[in-house]
């Protein structure tokens, strides 16, 4: 009998303990609700050390310029899936995330789009592409007002039928730009890109009067390999300046006139 009264006793406590719990969590989860937004706490992280948004310019999508305004308003108020939403319409936001704390901040965390080049397309059909940048995940995405990245400028007529880098068909065109901006000599070399209506690739660099016949992109190490080659054993002895074109497009084969 007293071993039932005390497995019964347990039992009771047991359960008391638990459904104090859950009163405490549910008491903190209304007062938690009950408060209110007391700051907004911006985090955003760097491009280069750079950012293209300030926290202004976050403040301002948060709250539609000030025509919704956050501070002030109860925590079960606030839409946060809504407000991440309303962040991501806009291009110099990749992805975002919005939380609270327990002195009653409003978190929000930022990832801002990276990018691999900058369009400058010409021709009346594509004209409102141009003065974008492409991320690294083959998006177009304005520019900013506030840092001007140092990336290759882009132009040609490629572009005049593909409106985006996303499909499947121009990934090559998307490797070939990221591998450029990972590679510090050639980030440094490299000005510009033009692409012709085929996909051929042309490059013009930061050093020298010559162009560079890339050709299709494809075989990117065997064709860096190739043009390193001529600027560490060709171009000095020859010169900088004597060439004006360099090819680098046929295999086993590198072409200076």
Known sequence: ???????????????????????????????????????????????????????????????NEGADPVIGKAFDEVDFRQLEKRLLQH?????????????????????QPRPVARLMASGEEIRAMSGQYVSEEGRFFPLSMNYAARVPILTGEYFRQNRSLLTEK???????????????????QIN?????????????????????????PTDLDAKFKKLK????????????D?????SVQYRNQIVCE
């Open 1 to 63: 009998m007293f071993s039932t009264f005390n497995s019964t006793r347990k039992w009771i406590l047991t359960i008391g303990g638990i459904c104090c719990l859950f009163g405490l969590i549910a008491f903190t989860e209304i007062q938690q609700g009950q408060k209110r937004v007391q700051a907004v706490v911006i985090h955003l992280d760097e491009i280069d050390g750079h950012r293209f948004l300030t926290n202004r310019d976050v403040r301002g999508y948060l709250t």
């Open 91 to 111: 291009g110099l936001v990749k992805k975002c995330q919005i939380s609270r704390d327990l002195q009653g901040n409003l978190l929000v965390a930022i990832e």
């Open 170 to 188: 121009n990934q090559p065109l998307l490797v070939l730009l990221s591998y450029i901006q990972q590679d510090s000599f050639w980030r440094a």
């Open 192 to 216: 510009e890109l033009s692409v012709d209506a085929q996909g051929g690739v042309t490059m013009w660099p930061q050093i020298g009067s010559h162009q560079i016949e890339f050709g299709f």
């Open 229 to 240: 080659l001529v600027y560490t054993d060709v171009l000095p002895a020859k010169g900088w």
């Open 242 to 246: 004597r060439y004006k074109r360099v």
